[in-house]
């Protein structure tokens, strides 16, 4: 349950349509497209470049205007699809997020030293075939950099025009601490969601402090948050006891009854949740497909009372 607001909802609809990205000058929309299924042949079996394209151009052409991508996507591939559906765009129009730490030299493993990070950086631009990134994360901390000199790096990168925001993914408070030591720190990507809520209790306070935005990643816990599943399902989720299974379906139901009052589906309105959340900047749920994206964006025209966001919030 969170524990605290930065307003206190009136029983009106909650409306957020504007995000400003920590102390940047960037902003977006409330709802954004992950994008690890598009090109990620190394993360997911299966994948069509041209489904990938087709989810990128969907998201754009329905209210979706910032992209949420990686080196290890597709170690590049997701980058250069996006690069390439974005030459039909308006680019100032579209927030383009990407992320680096994996070293192909070095087995993928995590490197944050400042030389590798602004050749990352260099790397992505022309992969993106654009002339900056709108926020530039590192993706993972390595075990040795020290984390304010990682973000010195890319603040300079900033500073030369390359990248307009800087963000850590992955990181303990305690990093996110020694990262924001100058206060250049605008966001963190982390995982968290309606049933992995451990990031209110660990971060939550010193990111409102600070100024800094928060962007969870798998808000639909790998599908689990879609309404799709049922109680037969539990061995495809085994990170949850049989218990703690059921309980999410069973309250699953429950978000339903408040989806059909919006002629909404249970994932339309757990995105809409995150949406009218005040801890969370942009939700970021990924799509194989056009038509879940589609979908996802229709979670846009769900506003929840506040009572409503309050039931489901003590739900989980």
Same mark, same amino acid.
């Given at each position: ?98 992320? &680096? ?9 995590? *490197?944050?030293?400042? %030389? /590798?990070? $602004?050749? @990352?950086? #260099? !790397? ?96 639909? &816990? ?9 109680? *037969?399902?539990?061995? %495809? /989720?085994? $990170?949850? @006891?049989? #218990? !703690? ?72």
């Amino acid at each position: 349950m969170i524990d605290f607001n930065p307003f206190l909802f009136e029983e009106e609809p909650i409306l957020n349509n504007s995000v400003k990205i920590g102390k940047s000058d960037v902003t977006t929309g409330p709802l954004g497209l992950g994008t690890n299924k598009v090109g990620g042949h190394n993360l997911f079996d299966g994948l069509k470049d041209e489904n990938g394209v087709a989810v990128v151009k969907a998201a754009l052409n329905n209210r979706i205007s910032l992209l949420d991508t990686a080196f290890m996507y597709g170690l590049g591939k997701s980058e250069e699809i996006i690069g390439d559906v974005i030459q039909d765009y308006d680019r100032s129009k579209i927030v383009i997020a990407s992320k &680096a730490a994996q070293d192909p030299n070095n087995g993928l493993k995590p *490197n944050n030293d400042p %030389k /590798f990070l $602004k050749k @990352s950086v #260099d !790397e992505a631009l022309e992969r993106l075939n654009t002339d900056y990134i709108d926020i530039f994360y590192i993706h993972f901390p390595d075990d040795h950099t020290p984390k304010s000199e990682a973000v010195n790096a890319l603040a300079e990168e900033k500073k030369a025009g390359k990248i307009r925001a800087i963000g850590v993914s992955n990181f303990s408070l305690d990093q996110i601490k020694e990262a924001n030591a100058d206060g250049q720190v605008d966001v963190v990507e982390n995982h968290y969601s309606l049933v992995h809520r451990e990031a209110e209790n660990q971060i939550f306070a010193y990111l409102k402090e600070n100024e800094i935005s928060f962007v969870p990643y798998l808000p639909l &816990a790998m599908g689990l948050l879609t309404g799709k599943y049922s109680q *037969n399902d539990a061995d %495809k /989720f085994s $990170k949850f @006891s049989s #218990d !703690e299974f059921g309980k999410i379906i069973d309250n699953l139901s429950k978000v339903k009854v408040i989806a059909d009052k919006h002629q909404a589906t249970v994932a339309q309105t757990i995105l809409a949740w995150y949406i009218a959340n005040p801890n969370i900047s942009v939700v970021i749920p990924g799509a194989r497909v056009p038509e879940h994206v589609e979908s996802n964006a229709k979670a846009l025209d769900v506003q929840l009372s506040s009572t409503e966001f309050d039931e489901i919030d003590k739900l989980y």
